[in-house]
């Protein structure tokens, strides 16, 4: 006897009563059904597509070294449902540790924000520009990500050095990278570095 293949009409992501995403209204209902075996309530559709989840750091800005002059930049990924919005802050501390935030780019000619959409569905990404560095862009910025469900942040320290020779080898055991001057990708500043970190 010929024996029939079972196939979900649904195609489309749900949100689960237990706050779980599932890759169908199918799944949902496999899963609320070993939940009433285990004496557990049934589950039920919150609603279609991926359950709401506030922001996460996917990546985060890093650290750099570079010299007066240079072009830098920070990039930073969030993911979130809904999609988050990400906004560039610079910390800027205060003698006893009291901190403020200035909202970039806000009236620096040297500074470009963008945002963009992606690489990941939910996903976004923003690059804070400088160009040309000057000591006074030296400093703690912050990724600030936030969506209905919650927010996230993540921090990086650009430091700013008048010559290369001043920006040190290592950095806790590991390499540091500088960015090029005139690319956007990263070089190793002391040929003795190892490939890898």
Same mark, same amino acid.
């Given at each position: 006897?010929?024996?029939?293949?079972?196939?979900?009409?649904? %195609?489309?992501?749900?949100?689960?009563?237990?706050?779980?995403?599932? +890759?169908? @209204?199918?799944?949902? %209902?496999? +899963?609320?059904?070993? +939940? *009433?075996? =285990? /004496?557990? =309530?049934?589950?039920?559709? =919150?609603?279609? /597509?991926?359950?709401? *989840?506030?922001?996460?750091?996917? &990546?985060?800005?890093?650290?750099?070294? !570079?010299? &007066?002059? @240079?072009?830098?930049?920070?990039?930073?990924?969030?993911?979130?449902?809904?999609?988050?919005?990400?906004?560039? !802050?610079?910390?800027?501390?205060?003698?006893?540790?009291?901190?403020?935030?200035?909202?970039?780019?806000?009236? =620096?000619?040297?500074?470009?924000?963008?945002? %963009?959409?992606?690489?990941?569905?939910?996903?976004?990404?923003?690059?804070?520009?400088?160009?040309?560095?000057?000591?006074?862009? @030296?400093?703690?910025?912050?990724?600030?990500?936030?969506?209905?469900?919650?927010?996230?942040?993540?921090?990086?320290?650009?430091?700013?050095?008048? @010559?290369?020779?001043?920006?040190?080898?290592?950095k806790g055991g590991c390499c540091l990278k500088v960015q090029n001057f005139f690319c956007s990708h990263w070089v190793f500043i002391h040929t003795s570095c190892p490939a890898i970190c």
């Amino acid at each position: 006897a010929a024996s029939g293949v079972c196939v979900c009409k649904s %195609r489309y992501p749900v949100c689960g009563s237990d706050g779980l995403t599932y +890759a169908s @209204a199918c799944q949902l %209902r496999a +899963a609320s059904l070993r +939940a *009433q075996s =285990r /004496g557990q =309530r049934a589950l039920a559709q =919150r609603s279609k /597509g991926p359950c709401e *989840q506030g922001p996460s750091i996917v &990546t985060p800005p890093k650290d750099i070294w !570079n010299v &007066t002059g @240079a072009q830098i930049y920070l990039s930073c990924e969030v993911l979130g449902i809904p999609t988050p919005v990400l906004i560039w !802050n610079k910390i800027i501390r205060g003698q006893y540790g009291v901190q403020r935030m200035e909202l970039l780019p806000g009236d =620096r000619e040297n500074l470009a924000i963008q945002t %963009r959409g992606g690489p990941e569905k939910h996903e976004v990404t923003g690059w804070v520009l400088i160009s040309p560095l000057s000591k006074d862009d @030296a400093g703690e910025y912050e990724c600030h990500a936030s969506n209905s469900k919650g927010e996230a942040t993540a921090s990086a320290k650009i430091t700013v050095v008048d @010559a290369l020779h001043e920006i040190p080898i290592t950095k806790g055991g590991c390499c540091l990278k500088v960015q090029n001057f005139f690319c956007s990708h990263w070089v190793f500043i002391h040929t003795s570095c190892p490939a890898i970190c």
